[in-house]
């Protein structure tokens, strides 16, 4: 199962290593399709490669820590 996500990190989190974290807990293949990070905003359209029980368990965790996640739909050209 493939799905894209927008995250939105709060400052504290934007130089954690939440995905990278997330994505080696739950065996998913992250894909970065576009991201804006500044030391202030930190926003990344993410694809997602994994099983469903895995992407939802990996996206619940990131909302526990705090991260906005948000479900894209479509392609993302930009």
């Known amino acids: 199962m493939k799905t894209r996500i927008k995250l939105t990190f709060p ?3 934007i130089k954690e290593p ?6 080696r807990k739950y065996d ?3 894909n ?7 030391e202030t905003v ?4 993410l694809e997602l490669e994994g099983s469903d ?3 939802e368990k ?3 965790e990131m909302k526990q820590q705090g991260v906005n996640v ?3 739909e479509g392609d993302i050209l930009e």
């Open 11 to 13: 400052q504290d989190l």
């Open 32 to 38: 970065i399709r576009r991201a804006r990070v500044t």
């Open 70 to 72: 948000e479900l894209v």
């Open 18 to 23: 939440v995905i990278f974290t997330m994505a």
């Open 42 to 45: 930190g926003e990344m359209i």
């Open 53 to 55: 029980e895995a992407i």
């Open 28 to 30: 998913v293949i992250p």
């Open 58 to 60: 990996g996206i619940a």
